[in-house]
């Protein structure tokens, strides 16, 4: 058995138009690697749980393991969700982010790759949809993120299936047991 060494991941959350790590003082616009993981995750955020989803991406330069995290319900997610099922997932791509210049605390995904001039979002994804909700008298408009979160759900299941990581070496064979002249096995090492 050898020795087994802890991975140091590079956590990135999208972050008003940026990839942030607060404690690395990281803020940067984008990312390149090959995707080996994704998957949704509850967060909390002010006392409240909330849905994110976490792509993890190996650098495709180093040994470097990228963990960027943004809201569920988002329209960063939107455009990630538009746009992933476009490319070869096999190759390294670039995940960025666009601040919104009408809500600071906004962010839009984009998505490149090498051979794709602009990876376009897929027109026909669903977009959040205004409902309103409340009584006759004081309506009230919010948006309904069902039909969205119904094709992501699929996306998610999609790209899990085409996701290839590197196969593990195997370990090797385990050896034979010690046994004693009697025939019978013995664990003692003399």
Do not use: H
């Amino acid at each position: 058995m050898g020795i087994v060494a802890r991975k140091n991941y590079l956590f990135l959350s999208v972050s008003c138009g940026y990839l942030v790590n607060k404690k690395k003082e990281i803020k940067t616009g984008a990312y390149e690697g090959t995707i080996i993981d994704i998957r949704e995750v509850e967060d909390e955020f002010e006392g409240k749980k909330i849905a994110k989803i976490e792509v993890k991406m190996q650098d495709n330069q180093s040994d470097e393991i990228a963990v960027i995290k943004f809201t569920l319900e988002s329209w960063y997610a939107i455009g990630f969700f538009a746009r992933i099922s476009k490319i070869d997932l096999t190759k390294p791509f670039i995940i960025g982010t666009l601040p919104s210049e009408q809500n600071e605390k906004m962010s839009f995904c984009y998505i490149k790759q090498e051979g794709i001039t602009k990876v376009e979002a897929d027109k026909e994804f669903p977009k959040p949809e205004k409902v309103e909700i409340g009584t006759k008298k004081a309506p009230k408009q919010v948006y309904s993120w069902i039909k969205p979160l119904e094709a992501i759900e699929k996306i998610m299941a999609d790209l899990k299936s085409k996701i290839v990581v590197a196969p593990v070496v195997a370990a090797p064979a385990e050896a034979a047991p010690v046994t004693t002249g009697s025939g019978k096995e013995d664990d003692l090492p003399f």
